[in-house]
């Protein structure tokens, strides 16, 4: 296991939807910083995030990212 990453100063926000029944129907967010915590200088990054649930009832399964 490499060494942490540094990002301390990376910047962001989460907004969220509930269903009428309180169960979380979306989710967005998005953080952004200097990619020097991942290892290169001079470039700003920015992560994105949209995650919705529609088949409550059903399992989900999230693959893990391809490195």
């Not at 290892?39 to 893990?64: E, I």
Request: no cysteine.
């Amino acid at each position: 296991m490499g060494a942490p990453i540094d990002l301390h100063r990376w910047r962001g926000e989460v907004d969220y939807w509930l269903f009428l029944d309180g169960e979380v129907g979306q989710v967005t967010g998005e953080v952004s910083g200097e990619a020097l915590g991942l290892g290169k200088t001079g470039l700003q990054a920015t992560l994105r995030v949209t995650m919705t649930m529609t088949d409550r009832n059903t399992g989900q399964t999230v693959q893990a990212p391809i490195q």
